[in-house]
């Protein structure tokens, strides 16, 4: 096993170390996890047939920024 060094805050190192403690855990054991899940395709959300087809109906202008829209309809929704 190779060894790997980090710059990390300490606040969030004390705070792993917490929750390392709590789940009978490691640092290093919670960081290979999360890295294993980063690279683990089959743990990816399945995307249903639904939404499968109804991915790219709506196109865009070349000018249109999809976040600039979505927040256009947030502030509208909530009269903002």
Not at 3 to 24: F, G, P, V
Not at 58 to 72: E, G, I, M
Request: hydrophobic residues 40%; positive net charge.
């Amino acid at each position: 096993m190779a060894k790997l060094t980090l710059s990390i805050d300490e606040q969030l190192i004390d705070s792993a170390k917490q929750k390392a403690a709590q789940n009978n855990t490691s640092i290093s054991a919670m960081v290979g996890k999360f890295l294993q899940s980063l690279t683990d395709e089959s743990r990816l959300p399945k995307i249903g047939p639904l939404t499968k087809k109804a991915s790219g109906i709506a196109k865009l202008d070349s000018n249109q920024n999809y976040k600039d829209l979505v927040t256009d309809a947030l502030l509208d929704k909530y009269g903002l």
